[in-house]
């Protein structure tokens, strides 16, 4: 299994903070797929529903921020030294900025969509979104991430249609699943780490999804984990 990356030539070449966070995502994908142990290939590690084969690649994206890591990789290249312990604060203090607005942006394009997928087709899309944002409560200061005439993700074929809240459900999921993690006390826990390789990351499609999660947490994800983490609810 090979992870092909195309990441800027430079001298040095270096990865920026979004090239790592990339890296990460994308060895979850590897990950998946590698630590796969079903007997029929056509349900192994990343064959599996499209919102669920971005947890494991959207969850290992989470080690990226524990403090450890950074430490022990982001290193100043030509010395070998740790990040500053006063830049990795800003850095991790900064995951939180304009998440609201982001948030808003990226509900108000899935709700649009799946309005659009719901019964007949709209005769004049761009009044269907009005109507949509305007029972919202949209705020006048905040657009859709996608609007309607150049949303072509959702309009490509009935892979992406009605399909674009998924992103955000999977964001849920891994949110909740690293939570299980910090309740353990430790982003490196044996436990939890045992049931996440034997329940998602060894299981591939073998059961449902909502069986799956299920084994591994032993409840179905809340949304507690992803606001706290953006920022948008107390942590206390």
């Known amino acids: 299994m090979v992870n092909v990356c195309n990441f800027a030539k430079g001298t040095p070449s270096l990865l920026s903070y979004d090239d790592a966070r990339t890296l990460f995502h994308?060895?979850?994908?590897?990950?998946?797929?590698?630590?796969?142990?079903?007997?029929?290939?056509?349900?192994?590690?990343?064959?599996?529903a499209r919102d669920f084969v971005e947890l494991p690649s959207q969850l290992y994206e989470h080690w990226l921020e524990v403090p450890s890591v950074l430490e022990a990789h982001a290193r100043h290249w030509e010395t070998g030294e740790p990040m500053p312990a006063a830049m990795l604060e800003r850095l991790l203090a900064a995951g939180t900025y304009d998440q609201g607005f982001a948030t808003v942006e990226f509900v108000s394009s899935a709700l649009v969509d799946l309005?659009?997928?719901?019964?007949?087709?709209?005769?004049?899309?761009?009044?269907?979104?009005?109507?949509?944002?305007?029972?919202?409560?949209?705020?006048?200061?905040?657009?859709?991430?996608?609007?309607?005439?150049?949303?072509?993700?959702?309009?490509?074929?009935?892979?992406?249609?009605?399909?674009?809240?998924?992103?955000?459900?999977?964001?849920?999921?891994?949110?909740d699943a690293f939570a299980a993690f910090e309740e353990a006390g430790d982003p490196f826990d044996p436990a939890t780490a045992a049931r996440l390789e034997k329940f998602i990351l060894s299981a591939g499609g073998s059961e449902e999804a909502e069986a799956l999660y299920l084994q591994f947490r032993g409840r179905m994800p809340g949304v507690e984990a992803l606001l706290k983490g953006r920022g948008l609810l107390d942590a206390a």
């Open 115 to 175: 309005e659009f997928h719901t019964g007949a087709a709209p005769a004049d899309p761009m009044q269907r979104q009005a109507e949509v944002l305007e029972g919202l409560g949209m705020p006048r200061a905040i657009r859709m991430r996608h609007a309607t005439p150049h949303f072509a993700h959702v309009f490509s074929g009935d892979g992406y249609s009605a399909g674009y809240y998924s992103y955000m459900w999977s964001e849920v999921m891994d949110a």
């Open 26 to 48: 994308e060895f979850g994908h590897a990950l998946h797929q590698m630590l796969s142990d079903v007997t029929y290939g056509f349900i192994s590690g990343t064959s599996v």
